[in-house]
């Protein structure tokens, strides 16, 4: 790749920034390519096993902490921000419902690896009208780059216990992409904010998966545990699950950055009707064909069926019925499922069908209000409701 001597950076980054923003990015930086400040955290959460099996993570270390190792000839990196968060959002109505799906509101509308991956490839586009001598590649998510560590460097936010990236205006509620790029651009600032004493995430954290300020155990976290693994969901942390079937927000709920997070005006990224705030029992009872055809485009089909019939399961398991009616509802399709042709899924109803049953006999025994494991969530939705007026 050549380096360009002929053309205004200044005036080439200026238009960058306008040209992001028109093309429905939220915040649009330029960070340098050192990462080295992060590869002995990086090598550590390794070390420690903290990736379960993404064992995409172990591999290509070292191009993960040198971008120009991935793209030769990398110079500088353009990330860019997106806001996710859909209109609507009901969060604490959703989470309080037992008997209603909570799906991760980054995962309600169109798959973000497409909507961003195109919208960076215009991005280069325009760069390359102003110059010829661009030579990029784009990523969302895809690859081995630390998103987190060149959005810090490119001014976009700071990195909050929870892990993920905070923007003092927007929160957190916003997917990362990164243009790598030839041109010497001028790069921003890191900003500077901090968490500071807070450590609210790192309480209300259902499954205690951030184990250290900005240190997440990938294999506690729900988001891992219902999207990235395979097998079955280990027992210690089903019930902490509740009803969140596909990822979990409460790491962001509970952060007050996310007061003045902005609904998205990306209507990709809006909720579709057949998951938001659908029953548990809806959702587990779609065919394949059904979930087939309601989660095309979205980023829920990457998980397959088989995995999204064990989640539901666990979810059921979960419920606290209203009435014996619901309760008997719930253990008949339950039992319709058994024979589902796959064993770990089995499992997961068969697991869910005594816990129903247990909820039974307690009930039996003496009315319980609150499963003890729920009082967290109902501390969440309390948090909710006061503090997040916009979104609640
Ligand atoms: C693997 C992965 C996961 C894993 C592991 C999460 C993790 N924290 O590592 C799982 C499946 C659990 C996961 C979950 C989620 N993910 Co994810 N995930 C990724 C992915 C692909 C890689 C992250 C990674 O490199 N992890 C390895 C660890 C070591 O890196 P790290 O967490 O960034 O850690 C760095 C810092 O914490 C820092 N650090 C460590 N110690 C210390 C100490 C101090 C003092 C300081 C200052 C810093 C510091 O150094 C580390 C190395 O740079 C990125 C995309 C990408 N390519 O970057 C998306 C990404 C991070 N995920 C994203 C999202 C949205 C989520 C979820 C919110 C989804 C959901 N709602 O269910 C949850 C949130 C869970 C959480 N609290 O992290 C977004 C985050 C956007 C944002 N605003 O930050 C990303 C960037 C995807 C995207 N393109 O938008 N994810
Ligand atoms: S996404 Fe949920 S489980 Fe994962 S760290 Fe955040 S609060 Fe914990
Ligand atoms: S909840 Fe508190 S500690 Fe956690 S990320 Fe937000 S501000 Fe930081």
């Not at 915040?27 to 064992?55: F, N, T």
């Not at 927007?170 to 500077?192: H, K, R, W």
């Not at 397959?304 to 059921?316: D, E, F, I, P, S």
């Given at each position: 790749?050549?380096?360009?001597?002929?053309?205004?950076?200044?005036?080439?980054?200026?238009?960058?920034?306008?040209?992001?923003?028109?093309?429905?990015?939220?915040?649009?930086?330029?960070?340098?390519?050192?990462?080295?400040?992060?590869?002995?955290?990086?090598?550590?959460?390794?070390?420690?096993?903290?990736?379960?099996?993404?064992?995409?993570?172990?591999?290509?270390?070292?191009?993960?902490?040198?971008?120009?190792?991935?793209?030769?000839?990398?110079?500088?990196?353009?990330?860019?921000?997106?806001?996710?968060?859909?209109?609507?959002?009901?969060?604490?109505?959703?989470?309080?419902?037992?008997?209603?799906?909570?799906?991760?509101?980054?995962?309600?509308?169109?798959?973000?690896?497409?909507?961003?991956?195109?919208?960076?490839?215009?991005?280069?586009?325009?760069?390359?009208?102003?110059?010829?001598?661009?030579?990029?590649?784009?990523?969302?998510?895809?690859?081995?780059?630390?998103?987190?560590?060149?959005?810090?460097?490119?001014?976009?936010?700071?990195t909050g216990k929870h892990s993920?990236t905070i923007n003092k205006e927007?929160?957190?509620?916003?997917?990362?992409?990164?243009?790598?790029?030839?041109?010497?651009?001028?790069?921003?600032?890191?900003?500077?904010e901090n968490c500071g004493k807070?450590?609210?995430?790192?309480?209300?954290?259902?499954?205690?998966?951030?184990?250290?300020?900005?240190?997440?155990?990938?294999?506690?976290?729900?988001?891992?545990?219902?999207?990235?693994?395979?097998?079955?969901?280990?027992?210690?942390?089903?019930?902490?699950?509740?009803?969140?079937?596909?990822?979990?927000?409460?790491?962001?709920?509970?952060?007050?950055?996310?007061?003045?997070?902005?609904?998205?005006?990306?209507?990709?990224?809006?909720?579709?009707?057949?998951?938001?705030?659908?029953?548990?029992?809806?959702?587990?009872?779609?065919?394949?064909?059904?979930?087939?055809?309601?989660?095309?485009?979205?980023?829920?089909?990457?998980?397959?069926?088989?995995?999204?019939?064990?989640?539901?399961?666990?979810?059921?398991?979960?419920?606290?019925?209203?009435?014996?009616?619901?309760?008997?509802?719930?253990?008949?399709?339950?039992?319709?499922?058994?024979?589902?042709?796959?064993?770990?899924?089995?499992?997961?109803?068969?697991?869910?069908?005594?816990?129903?049953?247990?909820?039974?006999?307690?009930?039996?025994?003496?009315?319980?209000?609150?499963?003890?494991?729920?009082?967290?969530?109902?501390?969440?939705?309390?948090?909710?409701?006061?503090?997040?007026?916009?979104?609640?």
């Open positions: 790749m050549s380096v360009i001597n002929s053309i205004d950076l200044n005036q080439l980054t200026d238009n960058i920034k306008t040209w992001g923003k028109s093309l429905g990015f939220q915040q649009v930086g330029i960070s340098d390519i050192d990462l080295s400040q992060h590869e002995e955290a990086l090598k550590r959460w390794l070390e420690l096993g903290y990736q379960g099996d993404m064992s995409f993570l172990e591999r290509n270390v070292e191009k993960r902490l040198s971008p120009a190792e991935l793209v030769p000839g990398t110079m500088r990196i353009i990330s860019v921000r997106m806001d996710y968060l859909p209109p609507d959002a009901s969060f604490a109505q959703n989470l309080k419902s037992t008997s209603t799906a909570y799906i991760s509101r980054y995962a309600l509308g169109r798959d973000y690896h497409k909507v961003i991956r195109k919208k960076l490839q215009k991005l280069a586009e325009k760069i390359q009208d102003y110059t010829k001598d661009l030579s990029f590649r784009p990523f969302v998510d895809s690859a081995p780059v630390l998103e987190h560590a060149i959005a810090e460097k490119a001014g976009i936010g700071w993920l927007a929160g957190s509620y916003f997917f990362l992409g990164e243009l790598f790029i030839n041109l010497p651009l001028p790069t921003d600032q890191p900003v500077e807070c450590t609210a995430c790192i309480s209300i954290c259902p499954t205690q998966a951030i184990v250290e300020p900005y240190v997440v155990d990938g294999r506690k976290c729900i988001s891992y545990l219902t999207i990235e693994n395979d097998g079955a969901i280990p027992m210690q942390y089903r019930k902490a699950i509740g009803n969140r079937v596909y990822g979990c927000d409460d790491c962001q709920l509970i952060c007050p950055w996310n007061k003045y997070a902005e609904v998205t005006e990306e209507k990709d990224f809006f909720a579709r009707q057949l998951l938001h705030n659908r029953s548990l029992l809806g959702l587990f009872e779609w065919n394949e064909e059904t979930f087939l055809n309601n989660t095309e485009g979205s980023a829920i089909r990457r998980i397959g069926y088989t995995k999204w019939k064990r989640n539901l399961a666990v979810g059921l398991g979960n419920v606290v019925p209203e009435s014996v009616e619901e309760l008997i509802k719930l253990e008949k399709a339950l039992n319709a499922s058994l024979d589902f042709p796959n064993s770990m899924v089995q499992e997961h109803i068969q697991w869910a069908l005594k816990e129903l049953s247990d909820y039974r006999s307690q009930q039996d025994k003496g009315p319980l209000k609150v499963k003890p494991e729920n009082r967290q969530t109902q501390r969440l939705v309390r948090s909710i409701e006061k503090g997040m007026p916009k979104h609640r």
